[in-house]
Structures are given as structure tokens and as C-alpha cells.
Nanobody, 121 residues
Framework: DVQLQASGGGLVQSGGSLRLSCTTS????????VGWFRRVPGKQSEGVGC????????YYPDLVKGRFIISRVNSENTVYLQMNNLKPGDTANYYC??????????????WGKGTLVTVSS
């Protein structure tokens, strides 16, 4: 079974930082790009970044560019999302997912439970 689990969310003040982790199993991790997206009830999901499988190229939408950093450790089958200078608008459930390619529009294949990030003003 393909499994991805996001963790590391919590409550943080505006301007603070959090690092999310995405632990995976059930597939050949090195062969897959991984993306992060977030959801707020009543709103469309938003992609917040993606990291390729081969050369660790990263891609970010303008809304998080310069604040969020994605990295991966293939030996741990894990992807990280470092979030800096958080804003109340970043409050959401965050998910990690396998993707076909990081080229927009990103198509998410498999994802698991998300982790809640709450940013207070």
C-alpha cells in the first residue's frame, strides 16, 4: 500500500516557523516527485510546493516563494516542508502527495492524512 503521512503541524504565532515531515512507504520513493498542498474548508486546495525525484529541483507558487522550502532525504523516504515567516493566511491542513510531475498543473496521485497548521495573528 502506498502510504504518506504528514506530521509536525501545530499552533504558531505570525512570523514564526514550523517544519512539516512527510513519511512514506509502499513505493519506490526515489522514483517519485512529492508535492505539498493545503486545504481550508470551503476553499479550493492550494499547492505550496513540489520536489522532483531525480535532481531535487523544487517548485513553489508565488504565495509561498521565499518562505517555504522543500527538501527530501531519500535514505529516509521522507520529505520536509520548512515554513518560515508564517502568516494567518497559511492556516490550513497540509498534505503531502506523490505527483506525476512538478510541472503546473500539478496532479496529485496518492496522499494520506494531513497535519493542521494554525497561525495566530
Amino acid at each position: 500500500d502506498v502510504q504518506l503521512q504528514a506530521s509536525g503541524g501545530g499552533l504558531v504565532q505570525s512570523g514564526g516557523s514550523l517544519r512539516l515531515s512527510c513519511t512514506t512507504s509502499g513505493f519506490t520513493f526515489d522514483n517519485y516527485a512529492v508535492g505539498w498542498f493545503r486545504r481550508v474548508p470551503g476553499k479550493q486546495s492550494e499547492g505550496v510546493g513540489c520536489i522532483s525525484s531525480k535532481n531535487d529541483n523544487t517548485y513553489y507558487p508565488d504565495l509561498v516563494k521565499g518562505r517555504f522550502i522543500i527538501s527530501r532525504v531519500n535514505s529516509e523516504n521522507t520529505v520536509y516542508l520548512q515554513m518560515n515567516n508564517l502568516k494567518p493566511g497559511d492556516t490550513a491542513n497540509y498534505y503531502c502527495a506523490t505527483v506525476i510531475t512538478c510541472t503546473v498543473p500539478v496532479e496529485y496521485e496518492y496522499w494520506g492524512k494531513g497535519t493542521l497548521v494554525t497561525v495566530s495573528s
